[in-house]
């Protein structure tokens, strides 16, 4: 089970971290994402990141603003995010899941476990 938390309303520019707790181990081939979804849009991959080797991906339009990070002892993934815009305004959501390869990581089809998500907005 995940639970995503840390969502909130925050002006352009500024930050926010989100948190994924999940229960129950997480296996180490497993990778961990985060997804987001406007309203009236579709759900699209933000970042993930490999359980076993912290390898990280993330989708162009945050490269550079956020940071996905893990923490074992804690079964916790973490997404920083920075200079937020008003398109960044979304329910985001964690998900788990198994043998994924490189060019699956952006398929949300591809995860097996998801959160119930957190709003963020972002105003300008």
């Known amino acids: 089970q995940l639970q995503a938390s840390g969502g909130g309303l925050v002006q352009a520019g500024g930050s926010l971290r989100l948190s994924c707790a999940a229960s129950g181990r997480i296996f180490s081939g497993y990778v961990l994402g985060w997804f987001r979804q406007a309203p009236g849009k579709e759900r699209e991959f933000v970042a993930a990141i490999r359980w076993s080797s912290s390898v990280t991906y993330y989708a162009d339009s945050v490269k550079g603003r956020f940071t996905i990070s893990r923490d074992n002892a804690k079964n916790t993934v973490d997404l920083q995010m920075s200079s937020l815009k008003p398109d960044d305004t979304a329910v985001y959501y964690c998900?788990?899941?198994?043998?994924?390869?490189?060019?699956?990581?952006?398929?949300?089809?591809?995860?097996?476990?998801w959160g119930q998500g957190t709003l963020v907005t972002v105003s300008s």
């Open positions: 998900a788990a899941g198994s043998r994924l390869i490189s060019s699956t990581i952006g398929a949300k089809n591809a995860y097996d476990y």
